[in-house]
């Protein structure tokens, strides 16, 4: 397994702003990516982060709105751009060892809340 | 579209009792089965999985049955116990343009009882 961790656990922002987020793996691992999860919603893929090279995104999801970052085998960031209500979510990092990206693991969660 | 879906969004159980949480699916090119586990507050946690190619794999407690007729699984603990209670997902696998996208249910909380 891996343990991962997610910066800030939880934030307020106002709308029209932007927040990054962070996420750390304790050890280097092939895949990793970003989750939404909407109230009473499942899970939903927003991208996978590349490590040196641009992210790839799922239908609905753009890098305009959600640029990603992986600059290495342990961290990635997704900011949340130009911030409206609709994108108060938990925001999910999960990271998977091998290329198959079965089996991935999740770190805590980033609550956000867009007033 | 939901191609997951678990359509009991709560269940209750006794301890020591077998608890049932089931999944429905709609893609046909999905491989790969997985059960999550989330506490609040936290991260889901890997359960259990099985593949295609397999109808049932075990793992303690847990027992995973998949019917692919059907496009249907199934989680099985047994027994039960008060730990148990959390918020369970089901996920599929297919390969996507991105690799491989975990596409979720939305969950079934499940409640044990002492």
């Known amino acids: 397994s891996a343990v991962i961790s997610q910066k800030p656990s939880r934030d307020i922002c106002q709308r029209g702003t932007s927040l990054t987020i962070q996420c750390q793996v304790d050890s280097q691992v092939t895949m990793m990516f970003w989750y939404r999860q909407q109230p009473g919603q499942s899970l939903t893929l927003i991208a996978t982060a590349n490590q040196g090279s641009e992210a790839t995104y799922e239908s609905g999801f753009v890098i305009d709105k959600f640029p990603i970052s992986r600059p290495n085998l342990t961290f990635s960031t997704l900011t949340v751009s130009n911030m409206s209500p609709e994108d108060s979510s938990i925001y999910l990092c999960?990271?998977?060892?091998?290329?198959?990206?079965?089996?991935?693991?999740f770190g805590p969660g980033t609550r956000l809340t867009v007033t | 579209d939901q191609q997951v879906k678990q359509n009991s969004p709560s269940l209750s159980v006794q301890e020591g009792r077998i608890s049932i949480l089931n999944c429905d699916y709609t893609n046909s090119m999905f491989d790969y089965f997985l059960w999550y586990k989330k506490y609040p507050a936290e991260g889901p946690t890997f359960l259990i999985s099985i593949s295609s190619i397999k109808d049932k794999n075990e793992d303690g407690r847990f027992t995973v049955f998949l019917n692919k007729s059907a496009k249907h699984l199934s989680l099985h603990i047994v027994p039960s116990q008060p730990g148990d209670s959390a918020v369970y997902f089901c996920?599929?696998?297919?390969?996507?343009?991105?690799?491989?996208?975990?596409?979720f249910g939305k969950g079934t909380s499940l409640l044990v009882t002492p």
């Open positions: 996920a599929a696998s297919a390969r996507s343009n991105s690799g491989y996208a975990l596409n």
């Open positions: 999960s990271a998977a060892r091998g290329t198959s990206g079965y089996e991935q693991y």
